[in-house]
């Protein structure tokens, strides 16, 4: 039936975040807010459900769809969750009569470290037999386009969507996906709406000399120069576009996210054609 629908699809949408690539480690940053806001409002329209709340184990939030309920405690129950278990109940919650699950963020040795929740108002509910399961991507996603991650969601619709792929295959590829973002040598960032940075690869922190809080904050106040930064955030597709950073001389290839259905934003690489000409002169 259409609860039981809708506990499914909580539990699938809240385990895929809690094991989206950087969610965990997004827990241990100064500020999680800046970093998860962003990443759980686009995998929440993503997924089509009311909300997505990450907290830490004492049940703060980090994340909300009312801003002004982030830092406030969690409405429901997150013990067995804190135990390393999960939860799916109805409750009476801050948006209203709700189904919603909670389940662990887990380190690699097992140590829960925070807990996503996930939910759907009962008043949505009705529709869910009407609406088609999405796959959510990332991060925060995210932007999530290239790296973000989790196990697969558990309905035959989505297993469709996946082309099959069960939850071991899912994690996997995106593991694969992840370590191949971080070992390329092209700088590669995705940024989501309002020119918000949702993820950015090693080489990219390094040719945009990025702060290390850099995702989750506005493109414009990363402290790049202005081109650079107005390019990036507004997400026009451009084709090896050179822009000066610094000492460096960028060639910057970008295109949207949004197509075919896809999560709204861009994605960009980012080469750096100094080091290129330096190599070309050298095997010259």
């Known amino acids: 039936d259409t609860a039981a629908e809708a506990r499914n699809r909580s539990l699938a949408v809240a385990e895929t975040f809690a094991n989206a690539p950087g969610t965990r480690e997004a827990l241990?940053?100064?500020?999680?807010?800046?970093?998860?806001?962003?990443?759980?409002?686009?995998?929440?329209?993503?997924?089509?459900?009311?909300?997505?709340v990450v907290m830490n184990t004492d049940g703060v939030r980090y994340t909300h769809p009312v801003p002004d309920r982030i830092g406030k405690k969690f409405v429901g129950d997150i013990g067995p969750a804190v135990r390393g278990?999960?939860?799916?109940?109805?409750?009476?919650?801050?948006i209203g009569r709700l189904v919603q699950a909670v389940v662990p963020v887990e380190a690699p040795g097992g140590k829960v470290e925070g807990l996503v929740a996930a939910g759907i108002t009962t008043r949505n509910v009705g529709g869910l037999a009407d609406r088609q399961l999405p796959v959510v991507l990332g991060a925060a996603g995210v932007g999530l386009v290239l790296a973000t991650a989790g196990t697969a969601l558990v309905s035959r619709r989505l297993l469709r969507q996946t082309h099959g792929?069960?939850?071991g295959e899912m994690t996997r590829m995106y593991e694969h996906h992840d370590a191949v973002l971080h070992s390329v040598r092209e700088g590669v960032i995705i940024v989501g709406e309002e020119g918000r940075l949702l993820l950015a690869n090693d080489e990219a922190h390094r040719l945009l000399d990025?702060?290390?809080?850099?995702?989750?904050?506005?493109?414009?106040?990363?402290?790049?120069?202005?081109?650079?930064?107005?390019?990036?955030?507004?997400?026009?597709?451009?084709?090896?576009?050179?822009?000066?950073?610094?000492?460096?001389?960028?060639?910057?290839?970008?295109?949207p996210t949004d197509l075919d259905g896809g999560p709204s934003g861009s994605v960009a690489t980012l080469r750096d054609s100094t080091e290129l000409r330096a190599l070309a002169g050298r095997a010259e």
């Open 165 to 167: 792929l069960g939850p």
């Open 210 to 255: 990025l702060p290390a809080d850099a995702e989750g904050r506005d493109m414009r106040a990363l402290g790049l120069d202005a081109a650079t930064a107005d390019l990036l955030a507004s997400g026009v597709t451009v084709t090896d576009e050179l822009h000066p950073v610094g000492e460096r001389l960028l060639a910057v290839n970008q295109r």
């Open 28 to 52: 241990a940053a100064p500020d999680p807010t800046a970093i998860l806001q962003p990443r759980a409002e686009a995998a929440r329209k993503a997924a089509n459900v009311d909300f997505i």
């Open 85 to 94: 278990g999960t939860v799916a109940e109805e409750v009476n919650g801050t």
